[in-house]
């Protein structure tokens, strides 16, 4: 259930009618909700060759595309929105990618796990790596390769010369606006160039 709900909170955050390229699509799930609910268009960029296969069978357009080789391809600003939900942490040269997004969307949307929720602190505290379901791998086996928390992420934006234009936290489905570094498992921001 909280799952699709992230799906309807990230998905309100785009404009109806809006060019969307979304990095990391996964099985091009939102892609797919956002040409039904929102007359969207755009294509996924995926690597995993079954996730590939999921898109093409849900009509998503997706291009196979490693992110760590940056968006070359794409014009700037060649989409309304770029989404980069839950794909941050995975990659080597996150602040790359971050400036790449920012370069070929007038808009862009990034979600991660935020490493500041208090139950990660707590894990922490008792001298373990948090196993949460935004954190659900041990240390030693994770595709995580970088752990960041929505302060972090404020003062990456900042460095990168973005506008936050909405920030906010999400538990279990749940919009937390409410000290959302502490609150939220997961960090949402939606930015623009200055």
């Known amino acids: 259930m909280s799952e699709r709900k992230d799906l309807e909170v990230i998905a309100s955050l785009v404009p109806p009618g809006s060019r969307v390229l979304d990095l990391g699509c996964g099985t091009g799930e939102l892609l797919a909700y956002l040409k039904q609910t929102r007359q969207c268009a755009g294509y996924g960029v995926e690597l995993d060759d079954a996730n590939l296969l999921a898109c093409a069978k849900r009509g998503v357009n997706v291009i196979q595309l490693n992110l760590e080789e940056g968006l070359k391809l794409f014009d700037d600003q060649s989409f309304d929105v770029v989404l ?32 500041a929720h208090w139950p990660n602190r707590m894990s922490v505290l008792r001298g373990r790596m948090p196993v949460t379901r935004a954190l659900p791998y041990e240390w030693y086996d994770t595709p995580n390769i970088r752990v960041g928390t929505y302060k972090d992420f404020e003062v990456l934006a900042r460095k990168n010369g973005l506008d936050i234009l909405d920030s ?27």
């Open 168 to 194: 906010f936290g999400l538990q279990r489905g749940e919009v937390c606006r409410r000290w959302p570094n502490l609150m939220a498992s997961v960090a949402v921001f939606k930015f623009e160039r200055s």
């Open 84 to 115: 980069q939900l839950e794909t941050l942490q995975h990659l080597r040269n996150a602040e790359n990618m971050l400036r790449e997004t920012a370069r070929v969307g007038r808009i862009g949307i990034v979600s991660f796990p935020n490493f």
